[in-house]
Structure formats: structure tokens, C-alpha cells
């Protein structure tokens, strides 16, 4: 081997080596790369599986709530709807009382405004069948007062007139003002959890 092909060898050679020592820096950058950017991956996947099941939970939590909340709505309502069934089944019940039921309960209503005296008013069905000694009971019950022959746009109970004032005992009106204590009855009675 002559001189100049020993330097070709040994070019050859340092070259070779060269090569070789750049392929393996290559191969460590490249799998730093790669486990840097596997990393950086899974960083990001996790990141985002976080944010997916944090809005699934919230999502969730929120469809929940709405259930909730559209289901009291549906309860308050069905009570609602019994409430007026039961108030306005109480007002029939009192209409549909036979004479002398009804008339004593217009008695009983009278005694509550024992001392006043007026006049008193019924609508046109009870003019027609009050009792004969109906002013005589009334007047038993604490009531002086006089039945006109006027009859009044209600539909059970009365009104007395005493002057300028007038007390309203129609038996709807008295529900009505005493409807929260009806309520609240009712509400313990027929929902009593």
C-alpha cells in the first residue's frame, strides 16, 4: 500500500467514524424527539381527557339540576291543580248542601257577626227556599237583620248590608280570604312527606 492509499484509508476511516458518530448523534436527537414529543403528547391527551370529563361533569350536574327543577316545577303544579280541586270542591260541597245543612251553616256564619244588625242579602235560589223562621234563626244566631228582597249576584252564603259597610259571607269569599290556612292544610294533610 502506498503512501497516498494510506491516507485515502485513514480519510476513509476518519470518515467512517465520523459517519458513524453523527448516525448515533442522529439517533439519540431523534429518539429525544420522539420522547419529548410522546411526552408533550400524553401532556396534552391527559389535558384534554381532564377538560372532556370536567364538561361531562358539569353537563351532567347541570342536566340534573334542570330534572330537579322541572320536576318541583311539575310537583308544585299537581299540588296547585289539587289545591283548586279541593277549594273549589269545598265551595261545591257547601252549594250543594240540602236546605237545612246549607241554612245552618248560613247560621253558623251569622253568629260570627253576633250584635251587628242590617240588611241582609242571598241570591235568588235561597230567597226561594230560605226557611219561614229564617230572620227569627238569624236573629237566635246574635244577627238583626232584615232579608231584602233584592237578590245578590253570589252564589251561597250572604252579604249584610249595615249602612255604608258591608260584610261579605258568601261562602266562596270566605274560602278565598282563608285560602293560605286551606292551603297549608291541605299541603300537610295530602303531601306530608
Known sequence: ?????RILSRIKSDCDASVR??????????DRITADAQHEADKQAAAIAAQAAQKHAQ?????KSRAQLQKRNDLLKRRREEIDKTVE?????FLDLNDCEYFEAV???ASQLKGKSGEIFLNARDLERKPQNFEKRLSAAGLNATVS?????????FILKCGDVE?????AAIINAKRDEIEDLINRELFAQ
Do not use: H, V, W
Open 167 to 171: 260584610e261579605n259571607m258568601e261562602f
Open 89 to 93: 270542591g269545598l265551595q261545591q260541597y
Open 107 to 109: 247560621y253558623r256564619l
Open 21 to 30: 458518530a453523527i448516525e448515533e448523534q442522529a439517533r439519540k436527537d431523534c
Open 1 to 5: 500500500m502506498n503512501g497516498s492509499d
Open 59 to 63: 353537563t351532567d350536574a347541570s342536566a
Open 149 to 157: 228582597q233584592t237578590p245578590a249576584d253570589i252564589s251561597g252564603g
